[in-house]
């Protein structure tokens, strides 16, 4: 019998071992147990190799690279070192639910393209409560570009996916690898290039099984504002998206980078991008201006407003 596992987890991390220690054990805890974890850590770290040895099990084992080359790089080389069939990706700072392997694997099961691309709903944590995320599944033939990026509603999005909750066979990680250097979007990226495969489809696991830890006083790649980066990235790959997704993505998550510049040459640039390019609807417009016009402090309690707030008890 092959004493290859089922799945291999890769978890990129850099100086946090606590951290990482605490991501490790969730993968641990897992009611699938036929498993590896690759903790890639992007550059030399040997306090984190030390506090993972420390844990004691042999399924765990730690690659440190040369130098830095940023999490998109880290999963790409932890890809490369899975023996399993299926790569699972978690970040440092998350941790799984124990039955997110065994749930994603019986979903993978009933796929009916050869490389399915199985995700799972998460909690997102933050210090004022929980909320879970997506709100809604994708939609029976909705373009996944548009369900990603189209909004229903002025202050939220429904459609999302994280890093740590994919699940793909191991083969697709490294026929499309991620985008090194790219500091925003890395998992929206690499999913609407990975389903252009044509043996690719994406699945969802109904139940949250990820605990996104927001902490608001950590940094986090997530909190970074590079916005003429993202233009960039979104001109280049203008083909991932319908027009619909182009103009809703550039008047909301694009502009939400941009408007802390206040300018008006940049509100001018980002409208015209959307209108030439893109099919934006009423919602859109709506999104545009209030984004623009709202400080950000103000955004964000309207948007707790209108969403509610679930607590810890209500989530479990």
Known sequence: MST???????I??????????RAVRSVLAQTHANL?????ADGPD??????????????VRVIELPERGKAPNARNQGALAARGHWTALLDDDDEWLPGKLEAQLKLAATATRESPVVATR????TPRADTIMPRRLPAPGEPLSEYFTVRRGLFYGDGFIQTSTIM????????????VGLRRQQELDWALRA?????????YADDALVLWHQDEDRDRISLENPWQEQLEWLRANRSLFTPRAYAAFTMSVLSSMAAPTRSGRVFRELLSE?????????????TFLQIWTLPPNVRHRLRDAVVGRRSAADVR
Do not use: C
Not at 195 to 203: A, I, N, R
């Open 4 to 10: 290859d596992p089922d799945v291999s987890v890769v």
């Open 36 to 40: 590896e974890v690759v903790v890639v």
């Open 274 to 286: 959307a209108r030439t390019h893109g099919r934006p609807g009423a919602i859109d417009y709506v």
């Open 12 to 21: 990129p991390t850099l100086n946090r071992p606590e951290l990482a220690a």
């Open 46 to 59: 040997p306090i984190t190799r030390q506090t993972l040895e420390a844990i004691g099990d042999e399924r």
């Open 122 to 125: 998460m909690i997102s944590r």
């Open 195 to 203: 389903v252009q495969e044509p043996d690719v489809e994406l699945l």
């Open 168 to 179: 793909a066979p191991t083969e697709l990680l490294r026929r499309v690898p991620f985008t």
